[in-house]
């Protein structure tokens, strides 16, 4: 945990210090900066091999946060490239049930296993979009966004527990904790991420923006092929932000 508040806080002091500097450039040139910011709700879809045969899991979406900046460089009429820089935060519940063949004595026994846990992974999250923008009133306008994305993994953690059964009652709790799923032998994601985001947002008195999107992976995250097969991102954002 010390280690991912430490990230958390050395990626807010850079990007202060690169919205500052983005803010003044900004002020003399034809590009705009803006900060945003919100909670997110995100899920990792899995298909889970144990021994070689599926198991059956199930993954649940949770609430996550996501900081960053956006720039705004205009093409031609209402379009315009909107490049951001973001520290995401994702986090999703899990539960998992498979039958584990022990050999005991001359034959194997199977014992059914139960797991469940959570686990969080941060991003440095980097959308390259293209938006559509009008303004029906004035002082009022509306933003229409499509294009990919491409995210770097900078810590995850995993904290689950197998619980093994006998007849209907448990009889082992083994509790576990990964502090990294994107390094060392076992870890079973890839560290980078990339596929597309789509949404839409409001401005309000050329300053104010509330918006919402969602983003849809694209790349297997899926490294340790042993136990995980297939593995993609899912995730809304809704934000809330200011343009300088």
């Not at 063949?101 to 293209?130: C, K, Q, R």
Request: aromatic share 16%; glycine share 10%; charged share 15%.
């Amino acid at each position: 945990m010390k280690y991912i508040k430490t990230h958390t806080l050395r990626f807010c002091l850079i990007l202060m210090i690169l919205v500052t500097q983005l803010s003044f450039v900004a002020a003399q040139t034809p590009f705009s900066v803006g900060v945003r910011g919100g909670v997110n709700t995100s899920n990792i879809t899995e298909q889970r091999l144990y021994s070689g045969s599926l198991d059956l899991h199930n993954s649940t979406w949770k609430r996550g946060f996501f900081i960053g900046a956006v720039v705004d460089i205009p093409l031609s009429g209402k379009f315009s490239l909107s490049p951001g820089f973001f520290y995401d935060r994702r986090t999703s519940d899990f539960t998992s049930s498979y039958v584990h063949n022990e050999l005991i004595g001359d034959e194997f026994i199977s014992i059914p296993v139960y797991a469940e846990g959570t686990t969080t992974t941060n991003w440095f999250h980097v959308p390259m979009l293209v938006s559509f923008k009008f303004f029906p009133i004035k002082q009022f306008g509306i933003n229409l966004d499509l294009g990919p994305y491409i995210a770097i993994g900078l810590s995850g953690k995993s904290e689950f527990k197998n619980i093994t059964y006998q007849n209907t009652d448990p009889i082992v709790e083994i509790p576990h904790d990964d502090h990294n799923c994107f390094k060392g032998e076992d870890c079973m994601y890839f560290n980078t991420d990339w596929g597309f985001k789509a949404g839409g947002g409001l401005v309000f008195f050329s300053h104010i923006y509330i918006g919402a999107h969602y983003i849809f992976g694209l790349r297997n995250l899926a490294k340790n092929k042993q136990l995980v097969s297939k593995s993609h991102t899912r995730e809304w954002q809704f934000t809330v932000g200011y343009n300088f």
